[in-house]
């Protein structure tokens, strides 16, 4: 499974555009790349999964260029709510045994500021 | 449309005791999955399950551990004599299919042993 890099922590204010990055540089050629969202003492959340170029839904945006080596996950103009820790995950490209198993990094811990 | 339920939210158990933790997935799902959360790390999974079968148990421990996902009833995961390692929070999450797009988590268990 493609081993990803992404920011221990980031801070942002209220109102702003975050734009967090995750490197898998030995990303698959068969590998998506999810982002989940995690609120404290709750289990994480689905919020957007691409395979190249743009995706876009009421959420967040997800941006993969062409080498896919990296990706970043766009929320715009965030508010308190959006406090949490954001994972990149890459895989579940492939039907074979274990695409099933998300595996998780430490993730990014955003904190809105008000 | 109910989310994934787990019971019971939190658990405390002595050195030695029995820990016993139940998952109801989404209605309409018939996979489920468990994962172990420690202190500020990502999820790790641990076993795959579906009705009356067990798929892929690589991320479980060879002992103490047991899962199960019978005909009737919630996922069981079961941890016996346990210490005070097995503390974390442990996350069951559900998907309508093994290669669906996205897995829909529970609130999780949090075990604390003392």
């Known amino acids: 499974l493609a081993k990803t890099t992404q920011p221990i922590s980031m801070d942002s204010y209220e109102g702003q555009e975050v734009n967090i990055t995750c490197s898998h540089n030995n990303i698959a050629t068969n590998d998506y790349i999810t982002w989940y969202q995690q609120f404290p003492s709750q289990g994480p959340r689905f919020i957007i999964q691409g395979y190249k170029t743009k995706v876009t839904n009421e959420v967040a945006s997800l941006f993969i260029p062409a080498d896919r080596k990296s990706s970043t996950l766009s929320l715009p103009r965030v508010s308190l709510s959006d406090t949490a820790v954001y994972y990149c995950l890459v895989g579940q490209g492939d039907s074979g045994a274990g695409s099933y198993q998300l595996t998780f990094g430490k993730g990014t811990k955003l904190s809105v500021i008000p | 449309n109910a989310g994934v339920m787990q019971n019971p939210r939190h658990l405390v158990r002595r050195r030695g005791q029995e820990a016993r933790l139940r998952c109801s997935p989404m209605?309409?799902?018939?996979?489920v999955y468990w994962y172990r959360q420690l202190p500020e790390e990502g999820l790790k999974f641990m076993v795959y399950?579906?009705?009356?079968?067990?798929?892929?148990e690589s991320g479980m421990p060879k002992e103490r551990f047991s899962a199960e996902f019978p005909k009737e009833g919630p996922s069981i995961l079961r941890i016996q004599q346990v210490v005070r390692g097995d503390s974390a929070a442990y996350f069951c999450a559900s998907s309508r299919g093994a290669q669906s797009v996205e897995q829909f988590f529970g609130p999780g268990t949090r075990l604390t042993v003392l």
């Open positions: 209605k309409g799902h018939s996979h």
């Open positions: 399950l579906q009705k009356e079968n067990i798929i892929d």
